[in-house]
């Protein structure tokens, strides 16, 4: 008889997360972008797993991964730290973008001459109208789920009107403006997200939380 085929479990809910770390290029990181020098996207799913994906320096983007790695990584060091939030999305919608970041694993890349180019316009760039150059086949961590999200939630602003501009400390301060009330959600960033499976345009529910992990931090 034929194998039966393997069934993913679906995600109920979606969340970021950051993180800080206490190494050299994260402290250098955070002088020229703030307090957050790291971030990912992650899902609730409907077996009560919590997993997460990034964009990694030396792996590109990745996943998916146990949340308790996080926890378990920065109780290491004392400079270590975290936090999440949870994301306004339907469970639909956050099943369509659990299944963008896994059609995205092993064929996305690191753009490391990024993160130079992305130094350069957080110190000059951004006052004069330079923008970073767009790399489609590489990400930063921050870029990645800009696009993911796009267009059901924009991390881009006026000041940083393109994907590959978002910084991990300026998504959070997104996030966290258009969660208190203080950001128009209607504001129009880029549409370019991702390529993959079709993301939802037009469903949105109630926000699902992120849990315990919600506005913490690993000390």
């Known amino acids: 008889m034929p194998a039966e085929a393997k069934t993913e479990i679906q995600a109920v809910g979606a969340w970021l997360f950051w993180t800080r770390g206490e190494g050299k290029l994260s402290r250098l990181i955070a002088r020229v972008i703030g307090r957050w020098t790291h971030m990912g ?38 400079r270590r730290g975290w936090s999440r939030r949870g994301l306004d999305l339907s469970q639909e919608t956050s099943e ?36 970073v150059p767009r790399s489609p086949n590489r990400v930063v ?17 006026r000041e940083r009107s393109r994907h590959d501009e978002v910084t991990p400390t300026s998504a959070w301060e997104t996030i966290c403006l258009l969660q208190d009330g203080r950001l128009d959600p209607r504001f129009p960033g880029p549409q370019d997200a991702l390529r993959g499976p079709r993301i939802d345009r037009g469903s949105r529910g109630g926000s699902t939380p992120a849990g315990k992990g919600d506005r913490r931090f690993a000390t």
């Open 41 to 78: 996207i992650g899902f609730d799913l409907a077996d009560g797993r919590q997993v997460y994906y990034e964009a990694l320096f030396n792996e590109g983007f990745t996943g998916p991964k146990p949340w308790e790695k996080i926890p378990a990584w920065a109780k290491q060091h004392p």
């Open 96 to 131: 369509l973008k659990r299944r963008v970041c896994q059609a995205h694993v092993g064929h996305l890349g690191y753009g490391k001459l990024q993160l130079l180019a992305m130094w350069w316009f957080e110190r000059v760039g951004k006052r004069y109208g330079w923008h």
């Open 141 to 157: 961590c921050s870029e990645v789920v800009s696009r993911i999200l796009c267009p059901d939630i924009t991390l881009t602003t």
